[in-house]
């Protein structure tokens, strides 16, 4: 099992998800399903025009290259078009699994034995709650759905500014995600080796890891239950 490479973690440590005051593609047999819709960006839109870079520059097989803001470019806007693609690879990562990812398996929203996961969004649900994997990622990826289809956080119209509290938003939401990762890692690795689907999930992660290293949107500690993967892939790119 993949979580055994793991070295000693701290003592047990509860994780509430607090309120928000604090593009590569895949390609498989069972890829074309989500968990939730995808999130489109406009055809013809800068955004989309942003996103068609990036999707050329992965190509490259450069990933700490293909993260950095682009010549010229406004970093809100970076963020946001990386952001959306981030929450679709998840989105599709999560649905190849859905079916081993159960209230029975999963009865509580983990990253290996010493990382657990309780809910709070800060409006619906205020004081976090404990409740299962499948459950919190489905409060996670609606939560995020919703943010992400706000037109006042993330403007799609040239012109319209972001709010002042973009980032912040953005972080919270890219903190989340890898929750997602964090679980299916832990959780459900031979799962996705079964389903020869570890090549899509470790792209995916290292292109997520070296975005939000690139422009500091994760704290550590929230990355200490993939600690010893990150390590990994950061000094094969050395």
């Known amino acids: 099992m993949w979580s055994r490479a793991f070295k000693a973690l701290p003592p047990g440590r509860v994780v509430h998800a607090s309120p928000l005051s604090a593009a ?7 890829s074309s399903k989500t968990f939730k819709p995808k999130k489109n960006i406009p055809e013809g839109s800068h955004q989309y025009e942003l996103l068609k870079h990036a999707e050329a520059t992965l190509g490259s097989g450069n990933l700490r290259q293909a993260v950095m803001l682009p010549e010229g470019e406004d970093l809100n806007e970076w963020i946001a078009v990386n952001t959306v693609d981030f929450f679709n690879q ?32 800060g409006t619906n649900i205020k004081k976090p709650i404990k409740c299962s994997a499948p459950k919190y990622i489905d409060y996670l990826m609606t939560w995020v759905q919703d943010q992400l289809d706000d037109e006042t956080l993330f403007p799609s119209k040239i012109g319209v500014p ?12 890219l903190k989340r995600l890898f929750r997602v990762y964090a679980h ?52 094969k790119d050395r």
């Open 90 to 121: 998840i989105n599709m990562l999560y649905g190849t699994i859905t079916e081993f990812c159960t209230e029975t398996s999963c009865s509580v929203m983990s990253a290996g034995p010493r990382y657990e996961y309780h809910w709070a969004d």
């Open 24 to 30: 590569t593609p895949l390609i498989g047999s069972r």
């Open 184 to 235: 299916i890692y832990h959780q459900h690795f031979d799962s996705v080796m079964q389903l020869q689907e570890e090549a899509h999930l470790n792209t995916s992660f290292k292109h997520f890891i070296f975005f939000v290293q690139e422009f500091n949107l994760i704290d550590r500690r929230e990355l200490a239950p993939l600690q010893d993967l990150i390590e990994k892939l950061g000094s």
């Open 162 to 173: 972001f709010p002042k509290n973009f980032m912040s938003v953005a972080k919270t939401i």
